[in-house]
C-alpha cells in the first residue's frame, strides 16, 4: 500500500529584527542572539535561525542547557504564536498576531555616498566585481578619512546609466583573469588592493567582498590556490574559512609570510623589500593542506570473507561497564526529565569507574561497575566551581589527590571557553563533524585503558536540529558510534524527555517521552531513562523507608534501549543530602515497588543471580525457595508457597524466562529476557549449584 505523506507546511516569512525585538535580542542577517528565560549576564545562550522552510519559520538552538522544545516554546509565545509540537502545524489559518513579523521585501534604493562625503570621506578608488565575459556585476568602493578608518560600500548597475545601492550575490574579483589563464596558481588576499598588487606584479589573485564567500566557485577548481592572510586573528580565522571553503574544489596551501608586524598584509611584505620571486619561493616549499575529498577510502571487503564456519572456538563473553546493564564499548544515552539529577548520577559513574567501587557500595544505573580505567566528561551545563562542589561531596575522602585522580578528566566548558559545536550544518557540506569534535577525538583515542566518555547535554554540542530532522539525530549517533569504536570506550550523551500529562508507568512508556526523532534511539545501542516518581507513588516509598518526602525526592530509572543483554527493570532511587540519586531498590517492601508488587523484586534477583554465574531454578536443590537468603529482604520471609505463585505469574508474564545452560538441553535455569542464560550464553560460576 503507498504510503501517504503529510503535505509540507507552507513557508513562514519572518523579520528577524522583529523577532530580535519579541525576545530582547540581537539580529544579524538571518541569525538572532539572545539570553536564555532566566538567564542576564555573559555570551546569549539562545541562537535563533528565521528560515522560512522550518517548522514556523525558526531553528531554535539553546547552549545553557535547557529543553530546547520548552526554549522554542518560550521564543513563540514572546512573537505571539502557540506552543510548538514537532511534526504539527500550527492550526491558525490567520496568524494576525505575528503579522507585524511577517518580512516585506523591500523596493531596491538609489545609490548615495553622501552620508560618508558628509563625515569628510572621499570617494578613493573603485574595484570592479565582473563575470567571466567582463560585464560588471557589482562595485566595491573604498573611502578614506584623514582621521578616521577607511570604509567601504557596494553598489551595482541599475541598467539605466545608474547604480542601486548593494551588491545582490558575491562573486570572486578579477574573474576575468582566472578564466584566461588556467595554468597559473591562484593567490586568495584578503583585500582588492593586495589582488590589485599582485596582479601588478603579474600574479594571478582574488578575494571576495566584506569576506562573504559565493557559493560559486568553478572559476578555482582543480586549480592550486595560496591562501595570504594578513598578520592578525581576523587574518587567521579568514584563511581557515578559505581553505574551508575550497576544500575539495582546490588545491590549497595557507603561506604565513615572514617578517610581518602585526596587522600586516602581503602588499607591506613587498613594500618591505620582498619580490615577486622571494614569494614563488616561499609558495613552492609549502605543503598543501589534505582536502577532505583525498582522505583514504575505508578497504573494500568482500562478503565471501564472512561465511559462518570463520566462527570457531568459545564465542567471546559480553563485557559490561555495568554488570549485567550498560555494556562496555557501545554508544548509549541517559534521558531524563529537567532537574531529574542525572549529570550528578553520571559524575558518580565517572568516579567509579576512575576510582573503582566498594563491593558495599548501593547499584550505580542498576548494577556494580564492573569495568575500571580512565573516564572523560564534557559538561556544558557546570563551571569549574559547581564542579569542584561535586566531586568533592562524591569523593570526602580525598582520592583524587591520588594517582587515580589522574584517571577522571571533568571539562566544565563554562571555564573552558564555552560550549563548542561538535555537529553542525555547512551550507556547503552538509552535516559534519567540526575541527573541534574531530581534535577532541584524537585525544580520546590517544588514551590508553579509556573506558567511559560523556557529553552532557547533548543539544549543547550538536547545533541541529535533533527534535526535528531524524537524518540529524541518525548523523551525530553515527560519529559517535564510529569513536565508539575507534576507541572501545562506552559513549554517553545526556538527552532530555518530555514532560506528560501521566505518570510514566512503564519502561516503554519512558522511551516514548524521550525528546527529539526515533532516530536519536534507534541510532544508539543503549539507552536509559530517568524520570520522577509521580507524587502517591514517592510518599509511598518514603514511608516505606522510613524517610522525610519531598518533591523530586524520588525518581525512577531503567534500561528503555539495549542491543543485546541488559537488566529491563525499573530502579527506584532516592535524593540524598547532597542531592546524589541513590538506588534503594532492594530496601522496598512489598508496597512500594514501582510496578505494584513483588514481582519486579523477584525478576531483579533473578537477573542479578543469572549475571552473577548462579542461576536459580524455580524449585528443586536451586529453587528459589530453597536458596532465599540469596533473595531481597522482601521476599525472604515470604512462604514457598508464596514465592512458587510470583515465579509461575513472572514466567506467565515473561518478566522471566526458563533457559538452558550453554551445552546443556534442559531449560530448567531462570533468568530474564535478554540475560545472558536467556540467550544460551550463560556461564557457572564455581561452586555454584548444577
Not at 613594500?271 to 583514504?296: H, R, T, Y
Not at 543471580?609 to 524449585?619: D, I, L, N, V, Y
Amino acid at each position: 500500500m503507498m504510503t501517504k505523506y503529510a503535505a509540507q507546511p507552507e513557508p513562514v516569512y519572518l523579520n528577524p529584527e522583529a523577532v530580535a525585538r519579541a525576545v530582547g535580542g540581537k539580529a544579524r542577517g538571518n541569525k538572532v542572539t539572545c539570553h536564555a528565560p532566566g538567564h542576564r549576564k555573559g555570551s546569549p545562550e539562545v541562537s535563533i535561525t528565521v528560515d522560512p522552510s522550518a517548522p514556523r519559520g525558526l531553528l531554535v538552538h539553546c547552549f545553557s542547557g535547557e529543553d530546547p522544545v520548552e526554549v522554542k516554546d518560550w521564543v513563540l509565545r514572546m512573537c505571539g504564536e502557540p506552543d510548538f509540537s514537532p511534526g504539527v502545524k500550527s492550526d491558525r489559518t490567520q496568524p494576525t498576531s505575528h503579522l507585524r513579523l511577517v518580512h516585506k521585501e523591500e523596493p531596491p534604493r538609489a545609490f548615495s555616498d553622501r552620508h560618508l562625503i558628509a563625515q569628510g570621506y572621499r570617494h578613493a578608488v573603485t574595484y570592479d566585481y565582473a563575470d567571466a565575459n567582463g560585464e560588471v556585476v557589482f562595485e566595491v568602493l573604498r573611502y578614506e578619512h584623514d582621521t578616521l578608518a577607511k570604509t567601504f560600500i557596494q553598489r551595482r548597475p541599475d541598467g539605466h546609466g545608474g547604480y542601486l545601492a548593494g551588491r545582490g550575490e558575491p562573486i570572486l574579483y578579477r574573474i576575468p583573469d582566472i578564466a584566461a589563464n588556467t595554468e597559473d596558481p591562484v593567490f586568495v588576499v584578503e583585500g582588492e588592493k593586495d589582488a590589485d598588487r599582485l596582479a601588478s606584479l603579474g600574479f594571478l589573485a582574488t578575494t571576495v567582498p566584506n569576506g562573504s564567500w559565493p557559493e560559486e566557485l568553478s572559476a578555482l577548481s582543480g586549480r592550486r590556490v595560496f591562501v595570504l592572510a594578513d598578520n592578525d586573528a581576523t587574518g587567521d580565522k579568514k584563511s581557515k574559512l578559505a581553505a574551508e571553503k575550497l576544500a575539495g574544489i582546490a588545491t590549497v596551501s595557507c603561506i604565513d609570510l615572514p617578517g610581518l608586524l602585526e596587522k600586516q598584509d602581503v602588499s607591506d611584505w613587498l613594500d618591505a623589500g620582498n619580490d615577486a620571486d622571494a614569494l614563488v619561493a616561499l609558495c613552492s616549499s609549502a605543503d598543501p593542506i589534505p582536502a577532505n575529498d583525498n582522505e583514504p577510502s575505508a578497504p573494500a571487503f568482500s562478503i565471501f570473507d564472512w561465511t559462518v564456519d570463520r566462527f570457531v572456538g568459545e564465542a567471546p563473553a559480553v563485557e559490561y561497564l555495568v554488570d549485567g546493564v550498560m555494556p562496555l564499548g557501545v554508544p548509549g544515552m541517559v534521558a531524563a526529565m529537567g532537574d531529574t539529577g542525572k549529570s550528578y548520577a553520571m559524575l558518580e559513574l565517572h568516579r567509579r569507574v576512575s576510582f573503582g567501587s566498594s563491593m558495599y557500595a548501593p547499584p550505580v544505573f542498576g548494577g556494580k561497575v564492573i569495568a575500571e580505567g580512565v573516564s572523560v566528561m564534557v559538561t556544558s551545563e557546570d563551571d569549574r566551581g559547581e564542579v569542584h562542589r561535586r566531586i568533592a561531596s562524591l569523593d570526602p575522602h580525598g582520592e583524587r589527590h591520588t594517582s587515580a585522580g589522574k584517571r577522571m578528566i571533568v571539562v566544565p566548558m563554562p571555564s573552558a571557553g564555552g560550549a563548542r559545536a561538535y555537529w553542525k550544518e555547512d551550507r556547503k557540506h552538509g552535516l559534519i563533524e567540526t575541527d573541534d569534535f574531530k581534535r577532541l577525538c584524537d585525544q580520546l583515542k590517544s588514551i590508553d585503558g579509556l573506558r567511559l566518555v560523556t557529553f552532557d547535554p547533548l543539544a549543547s554540542f550538536a547545533h541541529l536540529p535533533l527534535n526535528e530532522d531524524p537524518a540529524a539525530g541518525q548523523f551525530v549517533c553515527t560519529s559517535i558510534g564510529r569513536l565508539t569504536s575507534e576507541t572501545g570506550a562506552t559513549i554517553l550523551t545526556a538527552h532530555h524527555m518530555r514532560k506528560l500529562q501521566k505518570p510514566i508507568e512503564t519502561l516503554g512508556d519512558a522511551r516514548d517521552a524521550i525528546r527529539g526523532s526515533s532516530a536519536l534511539v534507534d541510532g544508539l545501542r543503549w539507552v536509559y531513562a530517568m524520570w520522577p516518581a509521580d507524587e502517591s507513588r514517592a510518599k509511598r516509598v518514603c514511608k516505606t523507608l522510613g524517610i522525610e518526602f519531598s518533591p523530586g525526592k524520588v525518581v525512577l530509572g531503567g534500561v528503555v534501549k539495549a542491543n543485546g543483554a541488559a537488566r529491563r527493570v525499573v530502579t527506584t532511587y532516592v535524593r540524598n543530602e547532597f542531592g546524589l540519586l541513590v538506588d534503594r531498590t532492594a530496601g522496598l517492601s512489598a508496597s512500594a515497588p514501582p510496578q505494584g508488587d513483588l514481582l519486579q523484586a523477584l525478576a531483579m534477583a533473578i537477573g542479578a543471580a543469572a549475571a552473577a554465574g548462579s542461576p536459580f531454578t524455580k524449585t528443586g536443590a536451586g529453587g528459589l525457595f530453597e536458596m532465599k537468603e540469596r533473595l531481597p529482604d522482601e521476599l525472604k520471609a515470604l512462604s514457598k508457597g508464596r514465592i512458587d505463585h510470583l515465579a509461575t505469574q513472572a514466567l506467565e508474564q515473561g518478566a522471566v524466562v526458563r533457559a538452558a545452560a550453554k551445552g546443556e538441553k534442559t531449560a530448567k535455569w531462570l533468568d530474564v529476557p535478554g540475560g545472558m542464560f536467556a540467550i544460551g550464553l550463560g556461564n557457572f560460576n564455581t561452586g555454584s549449584p548444577r
